[in-house]
Structures are given as C-alpha cells and as structure tokens.
C-alpha cells in the first residue's frame, strides 16, 4: 500500500534559524497537505499541493511539490516559538478515499 | 457552525470493555475517517467512509467497527478493548468528489483512550 516517509522525525533549532521536513512517497500522489498541530491539540490543515512542480509560500512558510509528485517539502525561514509543533503531510494517490499520513516531524524551538 | 465533535474527550476502560466514541459533522461532508494517534507513530487510517452506508477499511482496522447511517455521524465502536488500543483517536472530515480533487480535512479535538 502507500506510504509516505517524513524525516527528520525530530528538530531544535535556535529561533531565528531556518526548519525544513521533507515528505517522500512510494506512489505518485494525487494532491498532498500539510498540517501542523500544536502540543495537545489536534492537527490543523495549512495548505494543499495540487500541480507538479508547484510552489506555494504562506508569509515565513514555503511549501513545495516534487516534479514526479512524490516528494514535498516545507520550509519554514527565521522561526519563532509559536511556530512549535508537530508537521504532517498527507497524501492521496488513486482515487480520493485515503489520505496516508507521514510521521510527523516534531519541531522545538530554542528561544 | 460547531465543526467536527467528538465525544467523550477522555475515557478509561478495562479489557473486554466495549465502547463507542462519537464524531459528528456539522458541515454536510461526504468523508468522514478515524484515525488513531501513537508516540512515534503519526497518525494511521482505521476506517473511513465515503458517504452514508458506505465504509472501508484502513491502515488498522483490526478490533474496531463503523457505520455510517447519516451523513453527519460516524461512530467508532470498540467490541473488546485491548490495551493495545489506548491511544489518542481522531475523527476526521473533508468535502470530497471522486477523482483527484479533495478538501483539506476538519479534525475533532480528540479523544484520549485508556485501556488498563
């Protein structure tokens, strides 16, 4: 079945330094999201990735979608501590039923 | 417009307990999921659901049930706890239409499971 590895799985970083986790798939996807949920809180949607290649920034956030669409990326630049938490991708391949989920990278945030 | 509900949000249970947790949409979403959330682990697929009286399996629905009689509800059921399934569990729901087009997904604030 699909599976969708997220690394690293753990990150501190000083604030002010930049955070990137990467997403990789085992089969092409069809579209692939990214959440971030905050220590005891459940997973929030931040963005959805559609076209191959495609580029999207949200204000200190730059997500990108691999050409093949296996691959994903964010990029967060000068961190701050209400950017701690946990990031997930998600992925759906084939039809629109399942959405596979990475691990998960957790990020710290020194200040 | 409340979103996705869970209940309850904490629950303690002996093995061979049965339980239900409860998720209700109020967004008229067609897919509606539960996943379930370990250390380590991310979050896994247990069953999803297209639609009323439509379900299916995920990554690990070995121990748990669904139905899907309306299209707001989408109850997790328990038959016989094991302590293999405490964990934090999440419902999850997202306008979708076949094909490649998909909504992002509207999670419930959980529901923490203890299974002594």
């Known amino acids: 079945g699909q599976q969708v590895m997220q690394i690293p799985q753990y990150q501190h970083v000083q604030e002010g330094e930049d955070f990137t986790t990467y997403c990789n798939s085992s089969?092409?996807?069809?579209?692939i999201q990214w959440y971030k949920q905050r220590p005891g809180g459940h997973p929030v949607f931040l963005i959805q990735?559609?076209?191959?290649?495609e580029v999207k920034k949200q204000k200190r956030l730059t997500f990108q979608f691999g050409e093949a669409k296996k691959n994903s990326s964010l990029h967060i630049t000068a961190t701050q501590t209400t950017d701690v938490g946990t990031y997930f991708c998600?992925?759906?391949?084939?039809?629109?039923?399942?959405?596979?989920f990475g691990i998960g990278t957790k990020l710290q945030v020194i200040p | 417009n409340a979103g996705v509900t869970q209940t309850p949000k904490f629950q303690v249970l002996k093995t061979g307990q049965s339980m239900t947790l409860q998720c209700a949409q109020d967004?008229?979403?067609?897919?509606m999921s539960w996943y379930r959330q370990d250390p380590g682990m991310g979050l896994r697929l247990i069953h999803y659901?297209?639609?009323?009286?439509?379900?299916d399996q995920g990554e690990v629905p070995n121990g748990y049930n669904v139905s899907r009689s309306t299209t707001e509800d989408f109850p997790l059921r328990l038959l016989s706890a094991a302590p293999s399934q405490t964990s934090v569990y999440f419902c999850?729901?997202?306008?979708?239409?076949?094909?490649?087009?998909?909504?992002?997904?509207?999670f419930g604030e959980g529901s923490r499971l203890t299974v002594l």
């Open positions: 089969t092409t996807l069809s579209n």
């Open positions: 659901s297209v639609g009323a009286g439509i379900t």
């Open positions: 999850a729901s997202s306008y979708s239409r076949a094909g490649w087009q998909s909504g992002e997904l509207f």
């Open positions: 967004m008229n979403h067609e897919y």
């Open positions: 998600a992925g759906r391949s084939g039809g629109y039923q399942k959405v596979t």
């Open positions: 990735l559609v076209k191959s290649g």
